[in-house]
């Protein structure tokens, strides 16, 4: 609601700072070595880059519509579009747009694999996951997680790196009796 991301202290739970970015934050990630943070701003269509050591915005990137997810590997930012079915790969040191991936429609989660070698992105009315090389930015595979699961807003990397995991939410679309507690269960 306040347009801003809060930093808390971990041990102490104290709030260290405020920092104002882009309208309607949706996701972050940490750069790998701790020192920026990336903020997508989904109404606005931007990208804040923020400094840690100084807590503040540095750089706002302009991206295409609706942004909603973003990783990193410390080089080049990987931001879902979820308006118009692509994957914008930034330049951190640029800023600039330095390709545009398409995928299926509504991209929403995005994590990066161990290694830095795959990006995978959830699309939130399907379920699927799509697979992306990152060396070779494109798409290499393509993942259903069933006919009836959708509402896929996030995945992420198992702790040994060798799974994905995907929260999602189950739509009972076969039930001939739709009740609250009979469609859809996350």
């Known amino acids: 609601d306040s347009n801003s991301v809060t930093l808390i202290d971990s041990d102490t739970l104290r709030i260290l700072t405020e920092i104002p970015v882009g309208v309607s934050p949706r996701t972050l990630t940490f750069t790998p070595d701790s020192r920026t943070l990336l903020v997508v701003n989904h109404q606005d269509a931007t990208l804040s880059k ?3 050591d100084t807590y503040e915005v540095v750089e706002t990137y302009s991206l295409d519509s609706m942004p909603y997810g973003v990783v990193t590997d410390g080089v080049r930012a990987f931001v879902t579009e979820f308006g118009v079915a692509s994957v914008s ?8 747009v330095s390709a545009r991936i398409a995928v299926d429609s509504f991209p929403a989660g995005i994590a990066i694999t161990r290694g830095h070698r795959q990006v995978l992105i959830t699309h939130f009315f399907t379920g699927n996951l799509t697979v992306v090389d990152v060396q070779a930015l494109m798409v290499v595979k393509q993942v259903s997680t069933g006919e ?9 990397i198992g702790p040994d790196g060798r799974k994905a995991y995907l929260p999602q939410t189950r739509s009972n679309v076969k039930n001939l009796n739709p009740l609250f507690d009979s469609t859809v269960f996350p």
Do not use: F, Y
Not at 148 to 156: E, G, K
């Open 148 to 156: 009836d699961t959708n509402l896929s807003q996030s995945v992420a």
């Open 50 to 52: 923020v400094r840690l």
């Open 89 to 96: 790969v930034i330049d951190l040191s640029s800023g600039e």
